[in-house]
Every structure is written in C-alpha cells, then in structure tokens.
C-alpha cells in the first residue's frame, strides 16, 4: 500500500487541530502613519467582503492586533496548504479507481 494517502491524510488532521487552536484572527495590515500636526497613529487596512476598509488603532491594542493579523496569515497559510493536499488527495483516490 503506497504511504503517500495516509501522510495526506494526517497532515490534513495536524491542520484542522492547528486551525481549531488559533483563536481571535482579522485580515489585513497594520502600519504607523505620521499626522500632519504632529503625532503618530496605527492604521489598519483590509479587505472584507470585497469592500476595502481601514480603522484605526489604539497603541494599547497594538500587540493584540498584531497577534489576530499573524493568527490569519497563519490561518491563510493553512487553508491553502489544506486546499492543496484534499487536491493530492482526490487525484490519488481517483487513479485508484
């Protein structure tokens, strides 16, 4: 019996369980814009629904932002990998038949 379905298959289960782990996520990215008159401001830009939106940010939810936008790019990351490998998966099944 060939490994190479039963490697899919657990890696598929290690991706659900990561996923199922990360918590609070939100898209897009955050930078410090300078005002006019002085002063500094986080800005955070994203995509929703096919609508882009921006908000601002208090610098004392900078590092729980921080954290939510790494927990969606890591949460991107998954799904495609997850895409990929059900891709693999199907292929094999059907050359099975």
């Known amino acids: 019996m060939d490994k190479k379905p039963l490697k899919i298959e ?6 659900k369980q990561e996923l199922a782990l990360l918590g609070e996520m939100r898209p897009g990215s ?23 939106r921006t908000e601002y940010v208090l610098d004392k939810h900078e590092e729980r932002v921080t954290v939510q936008l790494a927990a969606y ?25």
């Open 30 to 52: 955050m930078t410090r814009q300078r005002r006019a008159r002085g002063g500094q401001y986080l800005h955070l830009t994203y995509v929703y629904k096919g609508k882009g």
């Open 10 to 15: 657990s890696r598929i289960k290690e991706i």
């Open 73 to 97: 790019k890591r949460f991107k990351a998954l799904t495609t990998e997850w895409v990929g490998l059900a891709i693999e998966q199907a292929r094999l099944r059907l050359a099975e038949k």
